[in-house]
């Protein structure tokens, strides 16, 4: 490409952002904030043109690597030929589009269901909170996760697990019930995976022994709530991978009450965690999916579920249930189509475990050199390094924001050439490093990855 002519007016957008730009609408972590000027692959250049390898994708809408031509391509020619339509009338990727992932569900899971499309993460889950409540007679409680997190609407923010996101704006859905998740490196409950014996799924099975823990009426059968809401590796949570066996046990308490179980793939769904769906390393079947971002690699705001057809059929769920002027958009459903596409012509499976097992080790040898990585772990290419005091465990938020900072400054060091890095915050503590690499990194750029975060930990643990 065109080398960009340098683009030194940093200062006056940043004044003009302070006097133009809502700020509700984002959080700038680092100041002052860092303007982006083009990207490619796994990199993206300021406006002095100086590389950043991006270790978060956008937080995980970029899987397939910035600028991907194939996928730019689709858009592209969706653009030439058919960008607009009214979602009243039909398009045939959007038809292809729901096809595909519908099939592809089907495979996996052996369960027939729909597809269904809006604007956004957020959008999507609201909608299937309108499938969960009328497919279960109105019915408005939810469990969810402690440290999960599923959108900031109104409906969406009664489910994540944070006040902060509710406390200016009031009620407008009943907040869920928030279940502690298996969160091994910290346990809520004190035990050690080796040999607590899922004492926390039995913690939740207690609710169900009487009617006095307030979920469950034993003389109808019947409980109080209608859906649990989960996230099968927690994103924002910080990238916490439960346990084997954890969601088996969850999934016979569930399915034994009748509760639905709606996963949330939006961040780890497209093979963010080696799967299509992260929860098929769980070996459960969900009822609900909603999944976002990376279906259109970041470059629409397709979003959408699917639901089990018992649930979503036309005669339970009716036209106009949910609109969106944009839902289903023609862009938005050629890029999500070539996507899955592309998903079915290669191995991404074996790819991305091969990829986060490499990356995996490096982090664990970084881990042995630096005291303050209290935990790694991974699962495909989702991994995470909690940063601690030099106990190992105790939370250092301030070293985590410090270690964003000094990455966007962009001078890291290796091979005599700088580099910046793009790092992403998460975790209950705001203390893990969430690591969500392009899926497309090559062998070259996870080595220069791994370089650049010792120099990083060199540097913040030196000075
Ligand atoms: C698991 C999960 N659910 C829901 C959302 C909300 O999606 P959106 O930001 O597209 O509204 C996100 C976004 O980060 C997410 O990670």
Redesign the pocket.
């Known amino acids: 490409m065109d080398n960009p002519q340098p683009f030194n007016d940093d200062q006056q957008l940043l004044a003009d952002e302070a006097k133009y730009c809502s700020f509700g609408d984002t959080v700038h972590y680092s100041e002052p904030p860092k303007i982006f000027e083009r990207c490619e692959g796994s990199f993206i250049y300021d406006s002095e043109n100086k590389p950043y390898l991006d270790l978060q994708m956008w937080?995980s809408a970029v899987n397939f690597g910035y600028a991907n031509k194939r996928l730019n391509a689709a858009a592209t020619r969706q653009m030439n030929r058919l960008p607009q339509v009214a979602s009243q009338y039909l398009h045939r990727e959007k038809i292809e589009l729901a096809k595909a992932i519908a099939q592809r569900v089907e495979r996996t899971w052996g369960e027939k269901g729909r597809v269904h499309f809006n604007v956004?993460?957020?959008?999507s889950?609201e909608d299937s909170l309108k499938i969960v409540r009328n497919a279960r007679n109105g019915k408005s409680l939810m469990f969810a996760f402690e440290g999960g997190?599923?959108?900031?609407t109104l409906g969406?923010t009664s489910i994540t697990s944070s006040y902060r996101y509710r406390r200016r704006y009031g009620h407008f859905g009943d907040r869920a019930q928030f279940v502690p998740f298996p969160y091994c490196f910290r346990c809520p409950y004190g035990k050690k995976r080796e040999d607590c014996g899922l004492y926390c799924v039995d913690q939740f099975a207690r609710l169900f022994d009487s009617e006095y823990y307030g979920v469950w009426d034993p003389k109808m059968g019947v409980s109080e709530f209608a859906a649990f809401y989960v996230?099968a590796i927690q994103?924002?949570g910080g990238y916490v991978i439960p346990p084997p066996g954890y969601f088996e046990k969850l999934k016979g308490i569930l399915e034994a009450r009748k509760i639905l179980l709606v996963d949330?793939e939006?961040?780890?769904g497209f093979y963010r965690a080696g799967k299509f769906w992260a929860l098929e390393n769980f070996n459960v079947k969900p009822d609900i999916i909603?999944f976002?971002?990376a279906l259109t690699n970041g470059l629409n705001?397709l979003?959408g579920l699917w639901a089990r057809e018992e649930l979503i059929n036309p005669e339970l769920f009716p036209p106009g249930s949910t609109h969106s002027t944009f839902s289903s958009n023609p862009i938005g459903t050629a890029v999500g189509l070539e996507t899955v596409r592309m998903l079915e012509e290669e191995d991404y499976e074996t790819m991305t475990f091969a990829k986060g097992a490499y990356l995996l080790k490096g982090l664990k040898e970084l881990q042995s050199r630096y005291k303050i990585i209290g935990d790694v772990d991974g699962m495909g290419m989702a991994l995470r390094a909690e940063i601690c005091a030099e106990d190992g465990f105790t939370p250092d938020k301030a070293m985590t924001d410090r270690m964003v900072d000094e990455a966007l400054k962009g001078d890291l060091e290796v091979g005599g050439k700088t580099y910046g890095l793009v790092l992403d915050i998460g975790g209950y503590y705001k203390n893990v490093i969430t690591l969500a690499p392009a899926l497309t990194i090559s062998q070259e750029e996870m080595d220069l990855a791994l370089k650049l975060l010792d120099r990083l930990f060199h540097r913040v643990t030196r000075h």
């Not at 956004?120 to 959008?123: D, F, N, P, R």
């Not at 997190?149 to 900031?152: A, K, L, M």
Request: glycine residues 22%; without cysteine; hydrophobic residues 25%.
């Open positions: 937080y956004g993460g957020s959008q889950v997190y599923h959108g900031r969406a996230e994103g924002t949330d939006i961040q780890m909603v976002g971002k705001p979003a």
